[in-house]
């Protein structure tokens, strides 16, 4: 008498387990579709590191330090938690854009829509894609900072530094998914990627220290998620910084964009292409 | 209002034969997109096991037809039944016994063949192997090939294996060799034919004739968004009992006057001394002809007897049907 009940449980609790298994098995193929992919590889890995390095030397010839909380920070070194926020966004915002537009363009999202495969395991696998290329290209600006900048690894806020760069992509690849659902076609995604986020890294501590912008700049990058993320890295990454170095106003403001880039992603979402 | 409903299998075109079951059926299908009307009521019915062809110019519903059946438009009116679910309700598991292959889709280019079929074989419950699935496609010599770097026919081959490696039931082919040259659409033709020894039902869209005539079982013809003929290749639209056309010029030192009464009367055209007649039954028109030939001792060099093609047939059904607008 219980085992046809359990028959017809077992099914779902399979199901449940696939469903982690498959978002897995589309990582390892996203990931290294990502690896061959040489635009993808440059602007996510190599881009940041050129970043780094040259406005560690620019800006570095011309002041030494930065004022940031709790004292002051060499340039070089304000710029390894600045520039990561630029590599979080490459991993996730903008190549997230560009390949996803890609997929639905070209017709491999509505040929994977043929199959049994879940929307959310399609979703789950690239999104993982992203968190854990934005883990390694943080990964490579703290040892290129302590390498030649004489930077250093944070470890009591480590925890806080991993568990921004998470947050940071996840947030990111929300807005990412809703940003997609706005473009219409291939062309434009490259534009409207880099027109959207280009004034963002400027005005929010990516490119330029804060304390050096007016206040209205400052107002104005305090309502978008970049400048949150930039300031919750600093934060963390900081020596100077008491504490456990999350900082939960920034990290509560980037998750509500997050759940904004979600909703309008769930709305508007599109597997079908568009352009044609 | 019908008075006498049907019930499953037994709508106006069904074509039951025993010992078949109904894959595809669709009754009364309309798609409206505004004020214009894609589709305008199709009834369709595909049994298990066969290659059905569907054919029809650009713009005359066909991929919005085959789109519906897969799942991917919500229809405006009509029933529709794929492997036994309306598509609109399609489940995973419902998806997991079909194949698509769309008319356009690029491949992974950053994987590999074999690794393009892994990631899709995970996408299903019992998936075929991936090598048996190359072999399908003869593509079991090129695994390692990037994707993006496959010729045109290699990619359709990709999309095939794609869309067989979940071990379907039912297989869309939206149009597969579209853009192909004659050597590569002879491979992908006997591709397809194999695909019946796996007892795979195929729903094969194309605009060409001698594709559906090569491939097909059953062909239903739609043109501006109505379904303008059905049934199997060798008697679409009447083709078998379509009077033939027999064509010869008349010899040197004869008349027309001259020639047997049977073939005399049936004269349908005359384009100086070549003579066109035209014959149901070609052999009344052909025997007298060829015996008067030889008793005066004469020869009917360029003598030619033609049986309307599919696609004089094709064309006919497609010009009648958007006539008004053409003509």
Known sequence: MTSSRSRG??????????????????????????????????????????????????????????????????????????????????????????????????????????????????????????????????????????????????????????ITVILGALTFCCLGYALVSIIRNDDAAQPITQAVILPLYFISGVFVPVSGLPTWLNDIARIFPVSHLAAALLVAYNPHTTGSGFAWNDLAVLVLWGIGGFIVAMRRFTWLPRGR | MDPSPHPDNTGPRARDRPGTEAVIEVEGLVMRYGELEAVG?????????????????????????????EGYRRRTAGRVTVLGDDPERGTARWRGRLGVVLQE??????????????LYAGYYPAPRGVDETLELVGLADRPDVLAGRLSGGQRRRLDVALAL?????????????????????????????GLRGLGVTVFLTTHYMDEAEHLADHVAVIAGGHIVAEGPPATLGGRNVAPAEIRFTLPTGTAIA?????????????????????????????????????????????????????????????????????S
């Open chain 1, 9 to 162: 449980i077992e099914p779902s609790r399979d199901r449940g387990a696939t469903a982690t298994q498959l978002a897995f098995h589309q990582f390892r193929y996203d990931m290294r579709a990502f690896l061959r992919n040489r635009q993808a590889r440059f602007f996510t890995l190599a881009l940041p590191v050129l970043f780094l390095v040259i406005l560690a030397s620019v800006i570095g010839a011309q002041t030494a330090t930065v004022k940031v909380p709790g004292g002051e920070l060499d340039v070089s070194i304000y710029y390894v938690p600045g520039i990561m926020t630029l590599g979080i966004i490459a991993a996730s915002f903008v190549n997230l854009v560009m390949s996803v537009t890609a997929q639905r363009e070209s017709g491999v999202l509505k040929r994977r829509r043929a199959t049994p495969v879940p929307a959310s395991v399609i979703i789950a696998g690239r999104a993982l894609t992203s968190v854990v290329v934005a883990l390694v290209i943080s990964a490579l600006l703290l040892v290129i900072g302590w390498i030649f900048y004489s930077a250093h690894i944070p470890a009591r806020t480590a925890p806080a530094l991993v």
């Open chain 2, 41 to 69: 009521g199709i009834d369709l019915h595909v049994n298990r096991g066969e290659v059905f062809g569907f054919l029809g110019p650009n713009g005359a519903g066909k991929t919005t037809t085959v789109e519906i059946l």
């Open chain 2, 105 to 118: 889709s690029a491949p992974e280019q950053y994987l590999t063949v074999a690794e393009c079929v892994r």
């Open chain 2, 165 to 193: 490696v979940g071990d379907p039931e039912l297989l869309f082919l939206d149009e597969p060799t579209t853009g192909f040259d004659p050597s590569a659409r002879r491979a992908a033709w006997d591709m397809i034919a």
């Open chain 2, 258 to 326: 001259d020639l047997p009464e049977a073939v005399r009367s049936t004269i349908a055209g005359q384009d100086g001394d070549r003579l066109l007649v035209t014959a149901v039954s070609p052999i009344a028109v052909l025997a007298p002809l060829t015996a008067w030939a030889a008793a005066r001792g004469v020869d009917l060099a360029d003598l030619e007897v033609r049986r309307p093609t599919l696609e004089d047939i094709y064309l006919e059904l497609t010009r009648s049907a958007t006539g008004t607008a053409t």
